[in-house]
Structure formats: structure tokens, C-alpha cells
């Protein structure tokens, strides 16, 4: 991953077109599909596809100006790029999205991984647990319980998505697992 | 291939047993791999790049070319504002 901003600096760097877009052909291939899952969980997925295709475009068109020096500040800035371009051009599918998927369809989602990696018994029983814990909570509970275990979001990108401090996020995603996890056992 | 969900994971799921956290990564590697199978557009998206990287290297170079006229970079504005969340 110390790769990622070593190619963002180069590539901050780099004057040849030929060059530039060999390293964001590059770049993209490691944050694609974060960003997929970021999206497809953001917004609708009739509109994700389009959306996917907008944020890529905004991320690449803005790469040059990015300032930071750690992979950290490059997630934040990618993601903070993604939020505004799914709020701009994409405000009814963004709101329509706050539902997670319910728990059939994201079993749905593991069944289709079955044929390349089957699914044995036990880790059938460890994904069903998963799920629950998911899916168990109100909406805006299991929203902040998605961003942040299976996104990845850490505990500042989920404060400056939702505007609260670091210390209320980190509070609220503790308190939501809590009740997940009472709900679930 | 790992997520960043997998790396930051295990950084901060300090509240969760060992046997959920197994299982959240390999959940979460699963929807992965079923998001990349039903929308192959890698290439789609490669081409979307080249064409953003062109388009601005252009911008950048007529910039150069006439330092007097203000490229038109709406992107570059866009990024540093935070989401309307008003409506």
C-alpha cells in the first residue's frame, strides 16, 4: 500500500502526458475497487454504474492537486472527492441508498462467490453471523457499521462524513455494534 | 486481492472477537469479488482515466501556451468543498 502515494507523488511530479497516464492507469488499478465498494454502497445500484464511472473521472482530473503525503490523506481525499460528486449529480439515488441491503440479498451476493471458492459449513455459519450483525440494527446504525467494517472508513473519515467529532463516530459505530451484537445473540 | 477494508480492519476492530473479524474479512473479500464479477468495467474505467488525465494535461499546456487566459478546471474547484447536505 506505501506503493500507492509513492506513484501519487511521481506522478505529482511527472510533466510527459505518456508518463502520467501510465501511473494513473496505475494508481486506478489499486483504488478502483475501493472506490466500486464505495459507491455501490452509497448510492443505488442502477445508478452506481454511471456514478462509478463520474467519481473515477473527478478523482483522475483532480490527482494533480493533491496535496497530502500519506496513503491516509489520499483515501480521505479520495473519498471526500467521491462524496461530493455522489451528493452533487447523484442526490436521489444517495438518499434512496441509506437502506442497507437486507439480508437475502447479501447472501445472494456471498452465494455468487460459492463456484469459484466454495463455502463450507463453517465459514457458511461465521458469514451468517456477519450478516446478522449488519443488518440487525436500525438503518443509520447498520449504514455506520457497513462504512466503517466492511468499506473500511476509519473513525475520521466517518466524523467528517456525518460532521460529528472523531471521538462521538468512534462512539457512536461502539455503541451500534453493541446493539447489534445484543440483537444478534 | 486485500481491500483497504481488510488493512484498516484489522487496525481498529478492536472490538470484535478474533473469529468475527475472520469472518468480516472474508465477507467482506467475498462482496468484493462478486461486485468486481457482476460489473467488469475495468477497462471502461481505464479509458474514463486516459481521457481525464488527457484532458487535463491539455488544459495544462494551453494554460502554458496563454498565461493570460484562466483554464477552465470546474473539477479542480469542486474538490476541497464539503457535500451539501442542505436539501
Same mark, same amino acid.
Given at each position: 500500500?506505501?506503493?500507492?502515494?509513492?506513484?501519487?507523488?511521481?506522478?505529482?511530479?511527472?510533466?510527459?502526458?505518456?508518463?502520467?497516464?501510465?501511473?494513473?492507469?496505475?494508481?486506478?488499478?489499486?483504488?478502483?475497487?475501493?472506490? +466500486?465498494?464505495?459507491?455501490?454502497?452509497?448510492?443505488?445500484?442502477?445508478?452506481?454504474?454511471?456514478?462509478?464511472?463520474?467519481?473515477?473521472?473527478?478523482?483522475?482530473?483532480?490527482?494533480?492537486?493533491?496535496?497530502?503525503?500519506?496513503?491516509?490523506?489520499?483515501?480521505?481525499?479520495?473519498?471526500?472527492?467521491?462524496?461530493?460528486?455522489?451528493?452533487?449529480?447523484?442526490?436521489?439515488?444517495?438518499?434512496? +441508498?441509506?437502506?442497507?441491503?437486507?439480508?437475502?440479498?447479501?447472501?445472494?451476493?456471498?452465494?455468487?462467490?460459492?463456484?469459484?471458492?466454495?463455502?463450507?459449513?463453517?465459514?457458511?455459519?461465521?458469514?451468517?453471523?456477519?450478516?446478522?450483525?449488519?443488518?440487525?440494527?436500525?438503518?443509520?446504525?447498520?449504514?455506520?457499521?457497513?462504512?466503517?467494517?466492511?468499506?473500511?472508513?476509519?473513525?475520521?473519515?466517518?466524523?467528517?462524513?456525518?460532521?460529528?467529532?472523531?471521538?462521538?463516530?468512534?462512539?457512536?459505530?461502539?455503541?451500534?455494534?453493541?446493539?447489534?451484537?445484543?440483537?444478534?445473540? | 486481492?486485500?481491500?483497504?477494508?481488510?488493512?484498516?480492519?484489522?487496525?481498529?476492530?478492536?472490538?470484535?472477537?478474533?473469529?468475527?473479524?475472520?469472518?468480516?474479512?472474508?465477507?467482506?473479500?467475498?462482496?468484493?469479488?462478486?461486485?468486481?464479477?457482476?460489473?467488469?468495467?475495468?477497462?471502461?474505467?481505464?479509458?474514463?482515466?486516459?481521457?481525464?488525465?488527457?484532458?487535463?494535461?491539455?488544459?495544462?499546456?494551453?494554460?502554458?501556451?496563454?498565461?493570460?487566459?484562466?483554464?477552465?478546471?470546474?473539477?479542480?474547484?469542486?474538490?476541497?468543498?464539503?457535500?451539501?447536505?442542505?436539501?
Amino acid at each position: 500500500m506505501d506503493d500507492l502515494i509513492k506513484i501519487v507523488r511521481t506522478y505529482r511530479l511527472t510533466v510527459g502526458l505518456t508518463e502520467r497516464i501510465r501511473l494513473a492507469e496505475e494508481i486506478f488499478r489499486h483504488i478502483e475497487p475501493d472506490l +466500486r465498494v464505495f459507491v455501490f454502497s452509497s448510492v443505488t445500484h442502477d445508478a452506481a454504474k454511471d456514478a462509478l464511472q463520474e467519481v473515477l473521472k473527478a478523482v483522475a482530473v483532480s490527482l494533480k492537486q493533491f496535496k497530502g503525503d500519506t496513503h491516509k490523506e489520499f483515501w480521505g481525499w479520495c473519498y471526500r472527492i467521491a462524496r461530493n460528486k455522489l451528493s452533487d449529480h447523484f442526490r436521489q439515488q444517495y438518499a434512496e +441508498r441509506v437502506q442497507p441491503l437486507p439480508p437475502d440479498e447479501l447472501w445472494q451476493i456471498m452465494e455468487s462467490t460459492a463456484q469459484a471458492k466454495p463455502i463450507s459449513p463453517g465459514v457458511r455459519h461465521d458469514l451468517e453471523h456477519i450478516i446478522k450483525l449488519l443488518t440487525a440494527t436500525k438503518p443509520d446504525c447498520s449504514d455506520l457499521l457497513w462504512k466503517h467494517y466492511v468499506i473500511g472508513l476509519d473513525y475520521a473519515e466517518i466524523a467528517e462524513e456525518r460532521k460529528l467529532s472523531y471521538d462521538n463516530a468512534r462512539m457512536k459505530i461502539g455503541r451500534c455494534l453493541d446493539e447489534a451484537k445484543s440483537l444478534v445473540s | 486481492m486485500l481491500g483497504r477494508s481488510q488493512v484498516a480492519g484489522f487496525l481498529i476492530m478492536a472490538e470484535l472477537s478474533q473469529k468475527e473479524q475472520l469472518a468480516l474479512h472474508e465477507f467482506s473479500a467475498r462482496y468484493r469479488e462478486a461486485l468486481a464479477k457482476q460489473h467488469q468495467t475495468p477497462e471502461q474505467s481505464l479509458d474514463i482515466v486516459r481521457d481525464a488525465v488527457r484532458e487535463q494535461y491539455e488544459q495544462e499546456m494551453g494554460a502554458k501556451r496563454s498565461p493570460s487566459i484562466e483554464p477552465s478546471t470546474p473539477e479542480k474547484e469542486r474538490e476541497p468543498e464539503e457535500p451539501d447536505q442542505g436539501h
